[in-house]
């Protein structure tokens, strides 16, 4: 369904446009173009604001054997965790959302984070096994911001907290519970925020775990990605 928030609509169309978008989701915007007037605009916008990534590389053929190798590399897609399965962080890196996440979030981070410094590090929050955003996170000097793109509300007498998981690290550090508008902002960067590191998303009491790690479920995380 095409959303009726701008907001959404904006970024929906900066997926389509970057090639991220599922076959049915993308035939859904292709289908709806000639009558949706807002979509098509911001296809527009898109298309001529991303044009200029394609000069920053030679276009080149894969070779045909290509995907069996990532396939072969990628493994079958993991089961879903129970709740305390913060012993095995690498489900949250599942391959399939991370190729749509690392490119999206180049239209994601215009489309929803006002202008500020150029960011350190980038991750783009899923819940598990899904390829829609929910979150994006930007880190640097500036210090960190999440923002909620989807999915910004905790149920009912509960709150969402952050937690930041540091490459090769076992425990996470709890980075803060995000307020109810659905945007977190620290002034200074954690320690654990580091490239490869984990961005995660539980669901807590309202003021935070009482224990300094997670009680609830995590239903959203992300790798964090360099981008410079």
């Known amino acids: 369904m095409i959303p009726e928030d701008p907001e959404e609509l904006h970024v929906l169309a900066g997926e389509y446009v970057l090639g991220v978008l599922e076959p049915d989701a993308a035939r859904e915007v292709e289908a709806s173009l000639a009558t949706h007037e807002l979509l098509r605009r911001a296809v527009t916008f898109w298309e001529e604001h991303l044009a200029s990534l394609s000069s920053l590389a030679a276009r080149i053929e894969p070779p045909a054997h290509l995907w069996d190798l990532i396939a072969a590399r990628v493994g079958p897609m993991p089961a879903p965790a129970a709740p305390g399965f913060w012993n095995s962080l690498s489900l949250w890196r599942w391959s399939t959302a991370a190729a749509a996440a690392i490119a999206a979030v180049l239209a994601l981070y215009i489309a929803v984070v006002p202008p500020s410094p150029a960011p350190t590090f980038v991750a783009v929050l899923h819940a598990p096994q899904k390829d829609q955003a929910a979150w994006v996170a930007t880190a640097g000097r500036s210090g960190l911001l999440i923002h909620a ?52 998303i539980s669901i807590e009491p309202l003021g935070g775990s009482p224990t300094g790690q997670p009680t609830g479920p995590v239903v959203f995380a992300g790798t964090l990605v360099a981008t410079n």
């Open 149 to 200: 793109v989807a999915g910004g509300a905790a149920p009912n007498d509960r709150a969402f907290e952050l937690w930041a998981i540091a490459p090769g690290a076992t425990k996470p550090q709890s980075l803060g519970v995000i307020p109810a508008d659905g945007r977190l902002a620290l002034g200074a960067l954690p320690a654990a925020v580091r490239d490869g590191g984990v961005l995660a």
